[in-house]
Structure formats: structure tokens, C-alpha cells
């Protein structure tokens, strides 16, 4: 590139520099930027929109090289851990600050939509006609109690319409039992059984509107106050993982730099190297939670559909990125890698959400 020391109105932008030396250093400008001290050659007043695009660069990345950072991130997997590799560090986002947009993106949307997802995650937990009997049951004979008056019941035939699960669960409460169909878990099964009738006489199960069958009640003034517990802990669970996941996503990035380091031996590289990988990996997984959690507000799919979509997302997204750094040839390779980085990536994750639980119990029950 030739220098033109002598230009005085040099271009930066859509705007020409009237002044000849930097206004920071006074060094002599040989072009947009200062060679010495590196400041722009902005105009000394900039407008309003200027001042207010200058920090949002500065602070939040929003310029045009976020969007090509965002486009290879989607588009070419593994194309920037290889270009950082490469040297290449100009022509992308820096990994850390790119994850920490995301995280201001991702921690806005929370904070303005978290209450309606937090209240219908609990409310399908707590009222899922799957998940409620069990926990009915469970809390019902755990009260020494009642499970003594349950064994001293009389016994009624009924037919119930409720997970098949509960009969091997609940051998001695639930007996005789008689299979009329089976859903093999993608919904209610109806079987027959010799049930304790104080179970019908204090309406933990009822008669359903066709009066056919007997389903348990889910009316939660009917059993034990134990559920109001779990609704407690699980909304507790669930607040405190929205409200700090996309953070709790970025400090597992360490975490799956080490399974990348442990699984990818040859050729040897810097752990720098599998860091700025997991960076990568991470900020991928962070829009594709924005895009879920988008979906999930506007169009409101299945919750199961939305976790396939993830799941299988992630994975891919993990061998394509694995294969294009570590092992341009071999996909064998690259599906074993990132199936054993995965496991032991989720692994870390369960970990830490199950100190996320004790928490949300200690905060509760304390």
C-alpha cells in the first residue's frame, strides 16, 4: 500500500480528515490510523450516531466483522479455530470477547422473558401426567404414617390409567396387575390391579370423566405438600441455571479443552490451541441456545423436539469442527474423537448442574 503523507484529507470511512498530524500524539498521519500511537483519524467532534457506533464497536463488537465471525462460525465449522491456528487473528472476532457478546445477548433475553419460561418449566415438571404419579406415590409412602394405613387398607380391582412403571415400583401397594395397553412409555399406559382403596377413599386417584378408568388426581390440595417442594426446588433449579447459564457455558470451556486435549494427541498443539477450540465450540452452542430459546418464545414447540434439535446439532456441529482442525482425513477419527469429547463434555455439565441442585435445595430448605 502506498503512503501519502502529503494528503491531508485522507479517507476513514465516508469522511475526510481536514488535519495533517494526530491529534492524540501529534505524529505525522500516513493514513487512516495513526502509524505511532494508533489512534483514528476520526473528525475531533463525531455526531451522536458516530459516538454511539464507536462504543457499541468497542463494547459490544456489533461491526461488520462480528457478522463475518458469526457467518464462518455457522457456515464453516472449525474454519476459525483454523485461521486463529493460522496466524490469523485480525480477520475474526477475538474468541473470549465474541463469547462475551453472546453472553449480553443471551443474558437480555432472560432477563426480559425469563419469568414465563421458568413458570412453564415448573409447571410441566410438577403437572406432567407422566412425572406426577410417581412423585405422588413416592411422597405418599415416604410419610411412615400413611404407607402404615395403605397396608391396612382394604383392596379394590380398578383400572388404572397411569404409567406401567409404578407397578414395578410399587410392589405390595400396587399388585395383581393386568396389562391393557401399553404405550412402551410415550404416554399413559391402562392396566388393571388390585390397588389400596384408601387411595380412591382420600382421592389420590379418581374416576375419570368417562368413569371408565382411574387416574391420579392432579389436583396437589389432594396429596402430599411435598410437591409444593419440588415446585419450589425445581423453580429455584431452574432460575438459577437460566439466569446464569449462558456463564456457566463459558466456564465449561476450559473443561471441554481438556477432553479435546486428551483425545486429540497427534499433532501435538498448544493448549492455547484447544482452548480457543472449545471458545469456538462454545460461542456455537450460545447462538444456537438463542435460536432455541427464540423459537421456543414465538412458535412454542415440543420441548422434546427442542432437545433433539440441540442434541443432535451439537454433535454434529462438534465432528465437522474436530474433523476440519484435528483430522482433515479421517472422519472415523473425527466421529470417535468428538463422541468421546462430547460424553465426557456432557459429563461436566451434569456435574455442575447437580451442584446447581444441592444449591436450589440448600437455598430452600435453609
Known sequence: MSKNPNNTEEMTGDSKIPYENCLNCGEK??????????????????????????YASNAFIWDPLCLKTTWNLLCRPGRLTKD??????????????YNMFLLFVFITLFLLFADPVNNNMVDDYTKDEMVYPALQMEFLLDDGYFAEKVAESPRDTVILQAPLSLADKYPGTIDKVTVLDDTNG????????????LLIEDEIIVLAEEEEHYIF??????????IAMVASVWGKLTSITTDYFPMLMLLTAPLLAIAIAMFQRRP???????????????????????AIYILYLTVEPSMGLLLWIVRIGSVLYLVLSIRNV?????????????????????????????????????????
Open 84 to 97: 486463529y491456528i493460522a496466524g490469523k487473528f485480525i480477520s475474526q472476532e477475538h474468541p473470549l470477547k
Open 217 to 226: 388426581n392432579m389436583n396437589e390440595d389432594k396429596v402430599s405438600d411435598d
Open 29 to 54: 498521519l500516513q493514513g487512516g490510523y495513526c502509524h505511532k500511537c494508533g489512534q483514528q483519524a476520526t473528525k475531533p467532534v463525531p455526531s451522536i450516531a458516530a459516538f454511539l457506533l464507536e
Open 326 to 366: 484435528y483430522e482433515p482425513n479421517s472422519w472415523i477419527k473425527a466421529i470417535i474423537k468428538a463422541i468421546l469429547t462430547y460424553l465426557f463434555y456432557m459429563f461436566n455439565c451434569l456435574f455442575i448442574l447437580i451442584i446447581i441442585l444441592f444449591i436450589a435445595c440448600f437455598i430452600i430448605i435453609v
Open 268 to 290: 501435538r498443539h498448544p493448549f492455547i490451541h484447544h482452548f480457543v477450540f472449545s471458545l469456538h465450540y462454545t460461542a456455537f452452542l450460545e447462538l444456537l441456545m438463542i
Open 186 to 197: 410415550q404416554g399413559l399406559d391402562r392396566w388393571e390391579a388390585v390397588v389400596p382403596r
